[in-house]
C-alpha cells in the first residue's frame, strides 16, 4: 500500500483528533450535541460561558472534558474518570435489594437545601470547582441521608450536569451522526432511525468497490453512510429529478478524506437515464443528442458556498444551525461533484451495483420505474418510506412488470433495555416507529 | 462475493463462468448455493437444469428446465448467503447483522475479533464491512466447525479477508497477538462473561464490544462485568417485521357477494384474477399489505460498551 493510502487511512479512522477534523460533543450525556471543527480558534458554548475547543485537538475521540476555571478563564480540561467506579449504578451493588430506605420521610417544601444562590455563587467567586460545589450541595442537603441509594445517585447526577457539565468528544460516524439528528431533528433525516439505515446498507451490499446510486432527501445522511461503507473505493451517485441536487450537508460531518470525497458524485437523474437510451438505441442518436451534459450548472454544487458560516464553526444541533460550517483556513474537501464521464460511462456499460432510495416526499414507484433499469442484472435495491401504502403499490407494480424478485416489505422495530442489578426491563419511552422498507433483487427481464 | 480486486468486477459487469458460485432462486423461501460446473445439473421439483446451459448468461437470468420449470440465477451476496447455508450452529440474521455492523462503527480497514464462528452468517458480512484493507479473526472451539467455516469462505470468496482459529475464547481468550489493536470485537458464547477482560485487551481505546445473548441473565451477568472497563454501555433488542400485499377487492357492504380478504395469502396473481371475475363491474381492485402472521419473536439481545479511554 502506497504511503499516500496509509495517510488518508488514517485520518479518516482515526481514534485522534486533529487540527480541522469534525467531532460530535455530547454534552452531559446527550442532553446536548454538537457537531463542530477542531480548530484553534472554535469555541463551544456551555452556560454563559464560551470555551476554547484547542484542548480537544490531538486528543482521543472517546476523551470526558470538565469545565474548570483556568488562568486565562473558562476552559475545557480532560478528565478520567476512576475505573473503580463511584455511583450506585457501576458499583453493581446487592444493597439496593435489601434497602431498607423509603420517601415516606421526604416532603417537598423546597426547604431540603439550605444553600442559597448567593452561597452558590460566592463559592464560584472564591474559585471553588464544579465537583466542590456539588459536594456541598449534598453536605447542606437535609434529605440527602434518607434518600435511597438510587435517588442519591440521580440527585448528584442532576447536580453535577448543572454544576460540573461533562463533554464527551465522540466520532462523527454513521452511528452517532444518525443517533444525534434522530434525537434532537428527526425530521430532517425523514425519521430515519439508525437500524433503518443499517438495514438498507446491507440490503443494498453496501461495500468497498461497489458503484451505489442513491436518491438521499435525508440530507445527506444516506450518501455519508453509504460513502463510509465504500473506504474511497467504488462511488455513491446521488441522483436527483429536475435541476436542483438534494442536499447534503450531512456529509460533511463526517470526517471524509479527499479519497472518498472524490467518490461521492452527483448526476441528474435525466443524464443517467440519457446514458441508458443511448446504449439501447446505440445508432442514430450519436449524432443529434447532446453529449451528456455533466457539467452544466446544477450537476455540482459547491459545499462552502452552501454552508452558512457561523462565528465559531460550531453547529449546534440545540439551535437552528445545523449546518456545521467550513472554516476558511482549512478547506474541507468537496463531495458532490457531477459525475466524471468515465464514471458515466462505467454504469452505462455495466449499471449500477444497487440502489437506495430515501425521499420521504416521492413516489417509490414512479422512481423505482425509471430508476431500477438503470441497474445491472441480480442488483439489489432498498426503498424506505415511512408510509406503507406507496410501498405495497410498488411491489405490486414491480410483480406484476416482472422487473424484480425476492421482494418484501420490512418494518425494523427497535428496543432499548436499561440493565441493572435487580433493575432490568425495557426502557419506559421507545422509538414506536422506523418506517418501512421494500427490497428485492432486479432480474434479468428477458 | 465481494469485489476486492476491482479488476474482477465479478458481479455485475460479468456473466456467469464456470466454478463461479451461484444463487437458484426458486422463490423468496426457497434458494439454493451451487457451484456452476459445466458437465453438472441441478435436479429439483421443476425438472433438469444442466449448468452449461447457465455459463455465459449474465448473473441474473432466468434459466429454463427439461420440462419447461425455471429458476432465476442471482451472484451471491452476504443476505443471500444468510439465507442458503448450511445451519451448523443458530445463526444471526439481518436484522442483527446489519445493526451490529452499523454499532460496531465497522468500516473499511478495521480490525475486527469474532468468537464464536458459528456458522459463518456475521463473519461474512463482517467481512464485507471491512474489505478491502481490513481483517477480521474469528475463533471457535470445534475443530471441525473451524474447519466448515473455513470451506464455507473459500467457497463465497471471502477467505483472504477472514481468518478462522480455533480456540476457547471463553477458556483462554483472544491471542495475545491482537492485543490493543482490534477495532471492533463480537462476542456470540454461553458465558459472554468470561471472555470480556481478554475483550478489552484486544480493544483500541473506544474501541467497541458487542455481546449477543438470547438470555436476559446473560445480559445481566456480562453487563457487571463491563462496568469495570468500559461505557456507554447500551443493550438493545432488534426485530422485523414481514408484510404481505395483495391485491383484492372490498366490497362495499351492499352485495352479498363473498370478498377475497378471507381467502388463503399469497395467492396473489390467481387472488386477483378470481376477482376480477367475480366483481367485473363493481369496484376496482386494490393492493393492500398487513403483517404476516407469524415471525422471529426473539434472537437475541445485543449489548454494546466501548472501552473506557485512559
Known amino acids: 500500500m502506497s504511503q499516500n493510502n496509509l495517510q488518508s487511512d488514517f485520518t479518516q479512522n482515526s481514534r485522534v483528533t486533529w487540527e480541522g477534523c469534525s467531532v460530535l460533543l455530547d454534552i452531559n450525556d446527550g442532553d446536548r450535541l454538537v457537531f463542530a471543527r477542531l480548530t484553534s480558534g472554535s469555541t463551544l458554548k456551555i452556560g454563559n460561558k464560551n470555551f476554547s475547543l484547542r484542548p480537544l485537538i490531538g486528543c482521543p475521540f472517546g476523551s470526558l472534558f470538565q469545565t474548570e476555571n483556568g488562568k486565562e478563564g473558562p476552559c475545557l480540561s480532560r478528565f478520567v474518570p476512576s475505573t473503580e467506579g463511584n455511583n450506585a449504578e457501576e458499583r453493581g451493588d446487592c444493597e439496593i435489594i435489601n434497602e431498607s430506605r423509603d420517601n415516606r420521610a421526604i416532603i417537598d417544601n423546597n426547604k431540603a437545601q439550605s444553600l442559597t444562590g448567593e452561597d452558590i455563587d460566592a463559592m464560584r467567586r472564591q474559585g471553588a470547582k464544579g465537583d466542590e460545589i456539588v459536594e456541598a450541595l449534598i453536605a447542606n442537603s437535609a434529605t440527602f441521608e434518607k434518600k435511597t441509594l438510587f435517588s442519591q445517585e440521580k440527585y448528584r447526577l442532576k447536580k453535577q450536569k448543572k454544576y460540573a457539565p461533562r463533554v464527551l468528544l465522540r466520532r462523527p460516524f454513521t452511528r452517532s451522526i444518525c443517533e444525534a439528528y434522530f434525537k434532537k431533528y428527526p425530521a430532517r433525516i425523514g425519521f430515519l432511525r439508525v437500524d433503518a439505515l443499517s438495514l438498507l446498507l446491507s440490503m443494498a451490499n453496501a461495500t468497498a468497490h461497489s458503484d451505489v446510486l442513491v436518491v438521499d432527501m435525508v440530507g445527506g445522511l444516506l450518501t455519508g453512510a453509504v460513502a463510509e461503507r465504500l473506504g474511497g473505493t467504488g462511488y455513491v451517485c446521488n441522483t436527483y429529478l429536475g435541476g436542483t441536487p438534494h442536499p447534503m450537508d450531512i456529509v460533511r460531518m463526517f470526517n471524509f478524506n479527499n479519497d472518498t470525497c472524490k467518490r461521492i458524485v452527483r448526476a441528474p437523474l435525466n443524464d443517467l437515464c440519457l446514458a441508458q437510451s443511448e446504449t439501447s438505441k446505440q445508432i442514430g442518436l450519436h449524432e443529434d443528442a447532446p453529449a451528456v451534459e455533466s457539467n452544466g450548472p446544477t450537476s455540482s454544487i459547491n459545499m462552502e458556498e452552501v454552508s452558512k458560516s457561523s462565528e465559531n464553526d460550531v453547529a449546534d444541533l440545540d439551535r437552528d444551525t445545523n449546518v456545521s460550517p467550513t472554516s ?20 452505462r456499460e455495466n449499471g449500477f451495483s444497487s440502489l437506495i432510495i430515501a425521499a420521504p416526499d416521492l413516489d417509490p414507484w414512479s422512481l423505482v420505474k425509471d430508476l431500477l433499469p438503470l441497474l445491472s442484472y441480480s442488483a439489489p435495491f432498498a426503498i424506505y418510506h415511512q408510509y406503507l401504502q406507496p410501498l405495497a403499490t410498488c411491489m405490486h407494480n414491480l410483480q406484476l412488470g416482472k422487473m424484480a424478485i425476492g421482494l418484501q416489505i420490512s418494518e425494523p422495530w427497535l428496543r432499548e433495555y436499561q440493565v441493572l442489578p435487580s433493575r432490568t426491563h425495557p426502557f419506559m419511552q421507545m422509538s414506536a416507529f422506523g418506517g418501512y422498507i421494500l427490497s428485492g433483487t432486479r432480474i434479468c427481464s428477458s | 462475493m465481494l469485489l476486492i480486486d476491482p479488476s474482477k468486477k465479478l458481479s455485475f459487469t460479468q456473466y456467469i463462468r464456470d466454478g463461479d458460485l451461484v444463487i437458484v432462486y426458486e422463490k423468496h423461501d426457497s434458494m439454493k448455493a451451487i457451484k456452476a460446473c459445466e458437465t453438472s445439473v441441478l435436479q429439483n421439483r421443476f425438472g433438469v437444469f444442466k449448468h452449461s446451459d447457465w455459463i455465459g448468461k449474465p448473473f441474473g437470468s432466468k434459466v429454463f428446465s427439461n420440462k419447461g420449470g425455471f429458476v432465476y440465477l442471482l451472484a451471491p451476496t452476504p443476505e443471500l448467503w444468510t439465507m442458503v447455508l448450511s445451519h451448523r450452529t443458530q445463526i444471526l440474521y439481518i436484522a442483527d447483522i446489519s445493526f451490529v455492523i452499523t454499532y460496531l462503527e465497522i468500516v473499511p480497514g478495521c480490525l475486527v475479533l469474532e468468537s464464536g464462528t458459528g456458522s459463518g452468517s456475521l463473519t461474512t458480512s463482517l467481512a464485507r ?17 473451524a474447519a466448515s467455516a473455513r470451506e464455507d469462505f473459500e467457497k463465497t470468496g471471502v477467505s483472504s479477508l477472514v481468518t478462522v482459529g480455533v480456540r476457547d475464547i471463553q477458556g483462554e481468550g483472544f491471542p495475545d497477538e491482537y492485543s490493543g489493536l482490534a477495532d471492533s470485537v463480537f462476542l456470540d458464547l454461553p458465558q459472554p462473561w468470561l471472555a470480556i477482560p481478554s475483550a478489552g485487551k484486544m480493544l483500541k481505546q473506544d474501541g467497541i464490544l458487542c455481546s449477543f445473548s438470547p438470555c436476559i441473565e446473560q445480559v445481566q451477568r456480562s453487563c457487571e462485568t463491563l462496568r469495570s472497563n468500559f461505557t456507554d454501555i447500551r443493550t438493545f433488542e432488534v426485530l422485523l417485521r414481514m408484510y404481505e400485499v395483495r391485491e383484492g377487492k372490498m366490497d362495499c357492504g351492499q352485495g352479498d357477494e363473498g370478498v377475497s380478504l378471507g381467502s388463503p395469502p399469497y395467492k396473489r396473481r390467481q387472488c386477483s384474477n378470481e376477482s376480477r371475475k367475480v366483481h367485473e363491474n363493481t369496484s376496482s381492485p386494490v393492493v393492500m399489505a398487513r403483517p404476516c402472521g407469524e415471525s422471529r419473536g426473539h434472537t437475541g439481545y445485543l449489548t454494546f460498551a466501548r472501552l473506557k479511554c485512559h
Do not use: C, I, S
Not at chain 1, 328 to 347: D, H, I, S, V
Not at chain 2, 129 to 145: K, L, M, N
Open chain 2, 129 to 145: 464491512a471491512v474489505a478491502p484493507t481490513g481483517h477480521v479473526y474469528t475463533f471457535d472451539f470445534h475443530e471441525q466447525r
Open chain 1, 328 to 347: 476558511k483556513m482549512n478547506k474541507a474537501p468537496k463531495a458532490g461533484e457531477g459525475a466524471p464521464q468515465e464514471a458515466l460511462k462505467l454504469w
